[in-house]
Structure formats: C-alpha cells, structure tokens
T-cell receptor, first 110, second 113 residues
Framework: EDKVVQSPLSLVVHEGDTVTLNCSYE??????LLWYKQEKKAPTFLFML????IEKKSGRLSSILDKKELSSILNITATQTGDSAIYLC??????????FGKGTRLHILP | DADVTQTPRNRITKTGKRIMLECSQT?????MYWYRQDPGLGLRLIYY???????NKGEISDGYSVSRQAQAKFSLSLESAIPNQTALYFC????????????FGPGTRLTVL
C-alpha cells in the first residue's frame, strides 16, 4: 500500500529559528515529490522534486530529495510568523495519482 | 479573478439531503480533481478527471459522484449526505503538458447535521 509519512506532525518554534520538516514515502511508480503550504484553506505549491540530491530553493525555503532513502526534507531558515501553516508533502505517481501525507503543522511564536 | 473557483464556499445541510459542489477553472487545464480534507488526515482524493470523457475514482469515492460538464467545470455530488462527510472539500486542476503542479480552489466547508 502506498504511503507518505510526514514528521513531526506538529512543531512550535520561535521566530528566527531554523526548522526541518521530513517526508518519507513508500510508493510504486514514483514520479515526483511535491511540497505545499496550506494557510487557512487551500494549499499553495512550493516545490516539485524529481531528481535526487538537487536542492530547490525559494527565498528562505529549500528542499531536497533523497531517492535512495525515499525521503525529502523541507528547510525553513530564519522563520517568521508568516511561516505558520500546515506543510503538506505529496508523491505524484506515474499512474497520475497523488498521495498526500498528513501534514506538519508549524507554529512560529513571535 | 481567481483561476479556480468553488461554490458554495460554506454549506450546512441535513442527513439524507442531496448536495452538489461546483468547481470552475479559467486556467485551461485538462485535469481536475476533488479532494476532501479532514483534521489529521491530510488531503484524500475522491475523484479525478483527465478530460471531459475520462472520470476516475480516487481513494475514497464511496458516497460521492462527479460530473465533468465541460473542460472548465467539474462538480461533486453527495446523493444522500451523511455526517461523516462533514469536511473541507478542495477542487484542483493541473495541466499535463506543463508540470504536475496542482492549483487549488479556495475550498468548500461542508457540514452535515
């Protein structure tokens, strides 16, 4: 059975801290791994990772995929209160299905 | 204007009622999806459609049906709503010609009493 597991499920840190969110997966026909940020309601796309070892970066956020370990991490440096959200990891399969993890709820204290 | 819209945004209904949630998109994407989100469970796929004539069940399709009336419209129906269908419902679109990125609508909060 396909599964995507995120850890931790929730995290509370102070503004300015650096956080690392984890995502591991066991799926057949892996195509890519996706990270989303969900604030209030609809998720917004952050990164799509297809190649192992190549870091993707957007401002203070970065992510990397390790296909050998079947995992990915999402790093956020110098966190701000606006980073408070649920971060979703998903795996896109070659049969065009997408499997989501349960998300990590991140709360940044001022 | 939003690229992916959902109506209604909020709905409270009673057990046994028929409910339709609608999704429209102006992105010109061929693929559309319906998800539900429950606390602690993340997003779960209900149905997806790769074009007007292609409808597929997701992981939790029981109790739901869909209709792809046009490339831009994908509606989700609950023929006889039950309380455990209370959830936040998202519509999403993607275009196979470009990336696998999905674009989400704002969500519909459905409460079944």
């Amino acid at each position: 059975e396909d599964k995507v597991v995120q850890s931790p499920l929730s995290l509370v840190v102070h503004e300015g801290d650096t956080v690392t969110l984890n995502c591991s997966y066991e799926v057949t026909n892996f195509r890519s791994l996706l990270w989303y940020k969900q604030e209030k309601k609809a998720p917004t796309f952050l990164f799509m990772l297809t190649s192992s070892g190549i870091e993707k970066k957007s401002g203070r956020l970065s992510s990397i995929l390790d296909k050998k370990e079947l995992s990915s991490i999402l790093n956020i440096t110098a966190t701000q209160t606006g980073d408070s959200a649920i971060y979703l990891c998903a795996v896109d399969k070659r049969d065009d299905k997408i499997i989501f993890g349960k998300g990590t709820r991140l709360h940044i204290l001022p | 204007d939003a690229d992916v819209t959902q109506t209604p945004r909020n709905r409270i209904t009673k057990t046994g009622k028929r409910i339709m949630l609608e999704c429209s998109q102006t992105k010109g994407h061929d693929r559309m999806y319906w998800y539900r989100q429950d606390p602690g469970l993340g997003l779960r796929l209900i149905y997806y459609s790769f074009d007007v004539k292609d409808i597929n069940k997701g992981e939790i399709s029981d109790g739901y049906s869909v209709s792809r009336q046009a490339q831009a419209k994908f509606s989700l129906s609950l023929e006889s709503a039950i309380p455990n269908q209370t959830a936040l419902y998202f519509c999403a679109t993607s275009d196979r010609r470009t990336t696998d990125t999905q674009y989400f609508g704002p969500g519909t909060r459905l409460t079944v009493l």
